[in-house]
């Protein structure tokens, strides 16, 4: 029984962190800016190339393309 619910944990924790990718809401340096925070740099953190948005750091960064593959 523990097993089921810590797996429907998991599917829910990938799940709203899939929401959050698709809308946007993901603390990226650049977000944290738009929202005031005070961001030494906005540069991704593992290329060191562009700004560190949703979609470059899920999608675009080269680092994070390696793993998916």
């Known amino acids: 029984m523990f097993l089921k619910l810590w797996n429907l944990n998991r599917i829910l924790r990938a799940t709203i962190i899939g929401w959050r990718v ?3 809401r993901i603390p990226t340096k650049k977000n944290l800016a738009k929202r005031g925070v005070k961001v030494a740099n906005r540069l991704c953190d593992l290329c060191k ?3 560190e948005t949703t979609r470059h750091l899920f ?11």
Do not use: A, N
Request: hydrophobic share 40%.
């Open 59 to 69: 999608f675009e960064c080269k680092i994070v393309k390696d793993l998916w593959y």
């Open 22 to 24: 698709l809308i946007d």
């Open 49 to 51: 190339e562009e700004d």
